[in-house]
């Protein structure tokens, strides 16, 4: 059907399609205008665009730039076609494994990243003025006079953006053209209690006045990582949540170790495999943080090796691998924002966890952190869960079980398990 397409629309070349992409381009101006500029700048324009803002998280090789883009664009659709055809494959909006939470740093550090673009854009500015000023003058000032760049910085864009931005709340960024209110807020000091329960508390991005219940509802995936009681009354019900007790979230984590250790696991290149191979029932698509990186053979020995790295220390314990095997594909992630828990690692019927190391514990010999080196504790994220058995309580470990809570109270927050909720007025 595309080289149907393409033949209609008289698409025969590479030259042909980038103007003819170019051509569907918003630019500032009107389109009279783009389709008045010369047929190189149009292109170079298109190349740029389709370069750095189209799937922007995709790297481009050197020696093929657009390759790794066309893989991922396919598998885009594959998946429409597949959801298409059957409803079960459909991906649930709410499902909190898909969700990525924005600590106050990634968003400092974006508000930061702007006004020092806009910091650089006005010194520029200020710098060609005083030269073209100087120039002008050549004739009244000796050669020899030095120029005081110092004189042309503006000292206060950085700070006057950052007070602005703190004071009002109001995070206005003009290149991701992201507009929002109420980022920061007045932390509440009526009682200890009420400090713990804002400081725990998630705002979701969703509008509060729409009156749709999928949002607000309880998610099987918010077990262990949100309260399940400690919301508010009224419109925003649902929407404003609060952290579990022992949640912990991620922050990010480089991605080039992980993906050699993936290649000495056996995985092999993507970028070598074609299309039929990469699909192929016997092997299974492996993904680093959403980008397709490597096929395996052997699912389970991988997923299997991989775990057993992390609970020795050789990978970061925040990384989590996934086996989907309706999806026929494994997912690592090592990205920020995501919610993990701490569980108990079981083996053959029995928790790792024992008396002795509750004493140490109790005594100050040892601490959480030697637990998660010895791999008697780990962390799982909400998609690592799918892939584990996770006995309540001590008396329900069977063979297979693979985790055990470290208290079923832990489903709850830092004030639900008050009875009174201290921290509501």
Known sequence: MSLQECSQANVLTKTQALDYIASKLKTQKSTFASSAKPLSSRIDETKDILQNVILAHIPLSRHMPYFAKCRYLALMIRRIIEAAND???LDDKDYYGNKRLELAGQLVSLLFEDLFKKFQFDFKKQVDMMLQKQATKRSSISRGE????????RSDTLTKGLEQAISSGNWSLKRFKMERQGI??????????STLGMMTRINSQFEKTRKISGPRALQPSHWGMLCPSDTPEGESCGLVKNLALTTHVTTDTPEQPLLKIAIDLGMEDASLMTGDELHSKR???????GQP????RQAAKFVRNFRYLRKRGRIQEFVSIYLNSQQNCIYIASDGGRLVRPLIVC?????????????DLALGVKDFSDFLRDGIIEYLDVNEENNALIALQEEFVKQGTTHLEIDPFTILGVVAGLIPYPHHN
């Open 283 to 289: 092997h299974v698509l492996i993904f680093l943080n």
């Open 87 to 89: 409803p079960s494959k």
């Open 146 to 153: 030095p120029f005081d760049a110092m004189s042309c910085i």
């Open 184 to 193: 920061t807020q007045v932390l509440s000091r009526l009682s200890y209690i």
């Open 293 to 296: 990186v490597g096929i395996h």
């Open 347 to 359: 083996s053959r019927g029995q928790p790792k966890l024992a008396q002795q190391h509750i004493q």
